[in-house]
């Protein structure tokens, strides 16, 4: 992946928690202190995007961003740590604030992070 208008992307592998096919899905992202973080917001609907019910099915991931393929564990944050994340993916895309604005569902914000224990 690269970037798209001038945002970040990367493209999210995932398991399709009831097919078990791979899923592909491209995602804005903010890299911060070596993590990767994107927002499921699904242009604000009120539905979660499937890609975010397959990472609770199985948060073992792969991420290709920067050029590189990368095996990583999907985190969904809280708190003050989703709270800080949130203002940096808001920074970068402001539509983010929007769709939360647009939909009673909370938008989640998710840190992709490297997993030593994964090949």
């Known amino acids: ?10 493209l999210l592998t995932t398991m399709g928690r009831r097919t078990g096919k791979k899923r592909y899905t491209p995602l804005l992202f903010k ?4 993590y990767y973080y994107c927002a499921g917001s699904f242009g604000g609907s009120h539905k979660a995007p499937q890609w975010y019910r ?3 099915a199985n948060p073992n ?3 290709l961003a920067e050029g590189k393929i990368l ?4 985190v969904v944050l809280e708190d003050h740590l989703k709270a800080k994340a949130w203002k940096s993916l808001i ?3 402001p539509n983010f604030q929007k769709y939360q604005d ?15 224990n994964r090949d």
Do not use: C
């Open 71 to 74: 095996n990583v564990t999907a």
């Open 91 to 93: 920074a970068i895309y």
């Open 102 to 116: 647009k939909t009673d569902r909370i938008i989640p914000v998710i840190k992709f992070q490297y997993s030593p």
């Open 1 to 10: 992946m690269g970037r798209l208008v001038g945002l970040d992307m990367l």
């Open 61 to 63: 991931v792969e991420i």
């Open 54 to 56: 397959n990472i609770l």
């Open 31 to 34: 890299k911060i202190d070596d």
